[in-house]
């Protein structure tokens, strides 16, 4: 690792026979240091292109589209303000984990398809269904939070006045109660 260099280190002359840099000496060797690594260029481009970029920005904004992304993004922030920052990692840890696990080859290979022995075996497998739990719990809380927002159907099929494509009834099709299984 490099040493400081100290007032008393530094060479005789090295800043006009001054023993330590002064602040016109800094500031004349940060110009120098921005210039070098295109700093300025970039800013100048940045600031020249900044009323043009700025409109672009504001009518975006100021569009449908902008609004419901500004509200959504709101809403975005808002909840994961109220998640612990520990629990939000664990959580993203466990997705990269599963996503890194699902990816690779010897997933496929080690779950070859079950057949019907292989169903039944699953089905006791206690192991398999205690992973699978919180999975299922949180897909029951998510299921029941849209249903009491109102934005899950209950179930209805809209009608051909609402534009959807029924398909044509079958005899005993269990769709209409009151239709006539005999014929």
Same mark, same amino acid.
């Given at each position: 690792? &490099?040493?400081?260099?100290?007032? %008393?280190?530094?060479?005789?002359?090295?800043? +006009?026979?001054?023993?330590?840099? *002064?602040?016109?000496?800094?500031?004349?060797?940060?110009?120098?240091?921005?210039?070098?690594?295109?700093?300025?260029?970039?800013?100048?481009?940045?600031?020249?292109?900044? /009323?043009?970029?700025?409109?672009?920005?504001?009518?975006?904004? *100021?569009?449908?589209?902008?609004?419901?992304?500004? &509200?959504?993004?709101?809403?975005? $922030?808002?909840?994961?303000?109220?998640? /612990?920052?520990?629990?939000?990692?664990?959580?993203? %840890?466990?997705?990269?984990?599963?996503?890194?696990?699902?990816?690779?080859?010897?997933?496929?290979?080690?779950? #070859? #398809? /079950?057949?019907?022995? +292989?169903?039944? *075996?699953?089905?006791? %497998?206690?192991?398999?269904?205690?992973?699978?739990?919180? $999975?299922?719990?949180? $897909?029951?809380?998510?299921?029941? +939070?849209?249903?009491?927002?109102?934005?899950?159907?209950?179930?209805?099929? /809209?009608?051909?006045?609402? @534009? &959807? *494509?029924?398909?044509?009834?079958?005899? +005993?099709? @269990?769709? %209409?109660?009151?239709?006539?299984?005999?014929?």
């Amino acid at each position: 690792m &490099a040493k400081a260099i100290k007032p %008393d280190q530094v060479p005789a002359g090295a800043f +006009g026979g001054k023993t330590a840099p *002064d602040a016109h000496d800094e500031l004349e060797r940060l110009i120098e240091n921005l210039h070098r690594r295109q700093v300025f260029r970039t800013l100048n481009v940045f600031l020249e292109a900044l /009323p043009e970029t700025s409109r672009l920005f504001a009518e975006e904004l *100021d569009s449908d589209t902008g609004v419901r992304g500004g &509200a959504n993004l709101y809403l975005l $922030l808002r909840l994961l303000g109220r998640v /612990p920052p520990e629990e939000l990692q664990r959580w993203i %840890d466990a997705a990269a984990r599963g996503v890194s696990a699902a990816s690779r080859e010897e997933a496929s290979e080690a779950y #070859p #398809p /079950p057949g019907v022995l +292989g169903v039944k *075996d699953l089905l006791h %497998d206690e192991a398999l269904w205690r992973s699978l739990g919180p $999975l299922l719990e949180g $897909l029951k809380a998510f299921s029941g +939070g849209l249903q009491e927002s109102g934005t899950v159907s209950t179930g209805s099929r /809209p009608g051909p006045e609402t @534009g &959807a *494509d029924v398909p044509p009834a079958r005899a +005993g099709s @269990g769709r %209409d109660p009151l239709e006539d299984s005999s014929g």
